[in-house]
């Protein structure tokens, strides 16, 4: 015969099973705790891991296994030198296999008065010299790597003249150029020599006009044409041709021209 429920039953089961919870909690087993072998651990339901005032590593293989320092792989939380009240920085740092860092964020002087506490993301190359950074001075743009900036002749005398009827060659990359940028811009600094003579510059990209036909005329200007797509993959490899030709009069086109690789 079923008796029921006592009252007050299911209340004191969860108040013991709230008292061995926080009695768990107050004992500390999880203040230095490990996981090994298994499925490691995961965390569900939208949920995440927080770590307030620590650090996260990563390690990677042991010493003394070939080619491994016992660095962490990846480490992120308090790194050196400190701040100036003592307390460390915030960072990052990834470092490959041999133990040379790989990428890293931080501020290798933020006890530096002239320009504060200014931490940048550098990628470095095995040799430990940054070949990638951010400009963390200035607030902007790429400290690394030095970019080359073109530049054109000044007097419209000096850039080359071109009085064919028919669009001829004026200016092309050396050889077939690797892509690395996914799309380009040239810039064509023109101008006739003589009242009445007028002409057209174009770009070509592998033997393809790309962007519009751009008239000149008896003043120097500047036209640009594109940004334009360049075909393929990265690091495929490809040509681009400045082309002019004279459409009326019986003085020259002058140009001079840059390209840019730029992005999407």
Same mark, same amino acid.
Request: net charge neutral.
């Given at each position: 015969?079923?008796?029921? @429920?006592?009252?007050?039953?299911?209340?004191?089961?969860?108040?013991?099973?709230?008292?061995?919870? /926080?009695?768990?909690?107050?004992?500390?087993?999880?203040?230095?705790?490990?996981?090994?072998?298994?499925?490691?651990? @995961?965390v569900?339901?939208?949920?995440?891991?927080?770590?307030?005032?620590?650090?996260?590593?990563?390690?990677?293989?042991? /010493?003394?296994?070939?080619?491994?320092?016992?660095?962490?792989?990846?480490?992120?939380?308090?790194? @050196?030198?400190?701040?100036?009240?003592?307390?460390?920085?915030?960072?990052?740092?990834?470092?490959? =296999?041999?133990?040379?860092?790989?990428?890293?964020?931080?501020?290798? &002087?933020?006890?530096?008065?002239?320009?504060?506490?200014?931490?940048?993301?550098?990628?470095?190359?095995?040799?430990?010299?940054?070949?990638?950074?951010?400009? &963390?001075?200035?607030?902007?743009?790429?400290?690394?790597?030095?970019?080359?900036?073109?530049?054109?002749?000044?007097?419209?005398?000096?850039?080359?003249?071109?009085?064919?009827?028919?669009?001829?060659?004026?200016?092309?990359?050396?050889?077939?150029?690797?892509?690395?940028?996914?799309?380009?811009?040239?810039?064509?600094?023109?101008? @006739?020599?003589?009242?009445?003579?007028?002409? =057209?510059?174009? +770009?070509? +990209?592998?033997?393809?006009?790309?962007g519009?036909?751009?008239?000149?005329?008896?003043?120097? =200007?500047?036209?640009?044409?594109g940004?334009?797509?360049i075909?393929?993959?990265?690091?495929?490899?490809?040509?681009?041709? +400045?082309?002019?030709?004279? &459409?009326?009069? &019986?003085?020259?086109?002058r140009?001079?021209?840059a390209?840019?690789?730029?992005?999407?």
């Amino acid at each position: 015969m079923d008796a029921g @429920t006592p009252p007050g039953l299911g209340e004191r089961i969860r108040q013991i099973a709230a008292d061995e919870v /926080a009695k768990f909690m107050r004992s500390g087993l999880l203040r230095n705790a490990s996981i090994s072998g298994g499925k490691g651990l @995961t965390v569900k339901g939208g949920g995440g891991i927080t770590v307030d005032g620590g650090a996260l590593r990563v390690r990677g293989l042991p /010493a003394a296994q070939p080619g491994a320092t016992g660095d962490s792989t990846v480490y992120m939380g308090g790194i @050196t030198p400190a701040l100036p009240d003592g307390t460390l920085q915030p960072g990052l740092v990834l470092r490959r =296999e041999d133990g040379t860092i790989a990428l890293a964020l931080y501020d290798p &002087t933020p006890d530096n008065t002239g320009d504060g506490f200014n931490q940048f993301l550098a990628l470095y190359d095995r040799a430990q010299v940054i070949v990638v950074s951010d400009d &963390t001075a200035s607030g902007q743009g790429l400290s690394r790597p030095y970019v080359p900036i073109p530049v054109t002749r000044a007097r419209y005398t000096d850039m080359v003249a071109v009085t064919d009827s028919a669009f001829v060659d004026v200016f092309r990359t050396p050889g077939a150029f690797h892509k690395v940028n996914a799309r380009a811009r040239a810039d064509i600094r023109c101008t @006739t020599d003589v009242a009445g003579t007028t002409g =057209e510059v174009r +770009v070509l +990209v592998d033997g393809v006009q790309v962007g519009d036909v751009q008239p000149v005329g008896f003043t120097v =200007e500047t036209k640009y044409v594109g940004p334009f797509a360049i075909p393929g993959d990265a690091y495929t490899t490809h040509s681009i041709v +400045v082309q002019a030709r004279r &459409t009326a009069g &019986t003085g020259a086109v002058r140009l001079d021209a840059a390209v840019w690789g730029v992005q999407s």
